[in-house]
């Protein structure tokens, strides 16, 4: 069904998936930690999904 919608069996695909984890250590007992995730946009038979970005920032003790 897929080959008929788009008029022959020829795909092309790039997806990126890319994760980030930092932490410093500022003293014995403090430390500072980043997160970031990132997911390409992609184009399929049902849709579009948008790309997606998150981070997040912690510290501890």
């Given at each position: 069904?897929?080959n008929?919608?788009?008029g022959?069996?020829?795909?092309?695909?790039?997806?990126v998936r890319s994760?980030?984890?930092?932490?410093?250590e500022?003293?014995?007992?403090?430390i500072?930690e980043?997160?970031?995730?990132y997911?390409s946009?992609?184009?399929?038979?049902?849709?579009?999904?948008?790309?997606l970005?998150?981070?997040?920032?912690?510290a501890?003790?």
């Amino acid at each position: 069904m897929v080959n008929i919608l788009y008029g022959g069996s020829r795909i092309n695909a790039l997806s990126v998936r890319s994760n980030l984890n930092i932490s410093y250590e500022l003293s014995p007992t403090i430390i500072i930690e980043a997160f970031g995730n990132y997911n390409s946009a992609m184009k399929s038979i049902q849709g579009r999904r948008p790309q997606l970005l998150t981070n997040s920032l912690a510290a501890r003790k």
